[in-house]
């Protein structure tokens, strides 16, 4: 009997097993299904005043802390001021709390660029913006208006009256063109 015994023991112990098993692979299953809804803006929400390096499509490399995450773009403060970077623009980021997830959900969130374009121009701040394309294109001044997916602003040089006193119309920029802004001060 004994030996009966250790049988049903052994085959208690492989159904144990088993189970155990066929938990963690449904954990897994679960924990995959749960990321494959996860978003990159959720995934930045959990970032919010952590020091990230984000390498931008344009070949720049930024780093600083993540400050405000709006719908389709982010602020980073670094050292040289704040700079607003459009989720597109983005190829990867590094640095932060990977494990971390958050809901992008706040109000904050669901401010467009054009949003954070207003608020710019409001405010009167001097900007730098980075053309998409790689070619180095900057255009730089104070943004008079901003429509749903355009821009516009008086450039520095356009302040001034070309050689026969004429004003040179502002600027409009695509926000499809847009690669980074850089607040000035």
């Given at each position: 009997?004994a030996?009966?015994?250790?049988?049903?023991r052994?085959?208690?112990?492989?159904?144990e097993?088993q189970?155990?098993?066929?938990?963690?692979?449904?954990?897994r299953?679960?924990?995959?299904?749960?990321?494959?809804?996860?978003?990159a803006?959720d995934?930045?929400?959990?970032?919010?005043?952590?020091?990230?390096?984000?390498h931008?499509?344009?070949?720049d490399?930024?780093r600083?802390?993540?400050?405000t995450?709006?719908?389709?773009?982010?602020?980073l403060?670094?050292?040289?001021?704040?700079?607003?970077?459009?989720?597109?623009?983005?190829l990867y980021?590094?640095?932060?709390n990977?494990q971390a997830?958050?809901?992008?959900?706040?109000v904050?969130?669901k401010?467009?660029?054009?949003?954070?374009?207003?608020?710019?121009?409001s405010?009167?701040r001097?900007?730098?913006i980075h053309h998409?394309?790689g070619?180095?294109?900057?255009?730089?001044g104070?943004?008079?208006?901003v429509?749903?997916d355009?821009?516009?602003?008086v450039?520095?040089?356009?302040?001034?009256?070309?050689?026969?006193?004429v004003?040179?119309?502002p600027r409009?920029?695509?926000?499809?063109?847009?690669?980074?802004?850089?607040?000035a001060?």
């Amino acid at each position: 009997m004994a030996h009966l015994d250790l049988l049903f023991r052994d085959y208690e112990i492989q159904m144990e097993a088993q189970k155990h098993r066929d938990y963690e692979a449904d954990a897994r299953e679960l924990r995959q299904l749960e990321l494959s809804r996860v978003t990159a803006a959720d995934r930045l929400a959990a970032q919010l005043g952590q020091s990230l390096t984000i390498h931008g499509a344009t070949g720049d490399i930024w780093r600083g802390r993540l400050a405000t995450l709006g719908l389709g773009w982010l602020q980073l403060t670094t050292d040289a001021g704040d700079l607003i970077l459009p989720l597109t623009e983005i190829l990867y980021w590094e640095g932060g709390n990977h494990q971390a997830i958050g809901e992008a959900q706040e109000v904050s969130r669901k401010l467009t660029l054009g949003s954070a374009l207003r608020a710019l121009s409001s405010a009167q701040r001097h900007i730098h913006i980075h053309h998409s394309g790689g070619q180095g294109l900057t255009s730089s001044g104070q943004v008079r208006s901003v429509g749903a997916d355009y821009c516009e602003i008086v450039v520095m040089k356009a302040q001034k009256e070309d050689a026969r006193g004429v004003r040179v119309a502002p600027r409009c920029i695509l926000f499809s063109s847009i690669a980074a802004i850089r607040v000035a001060g």
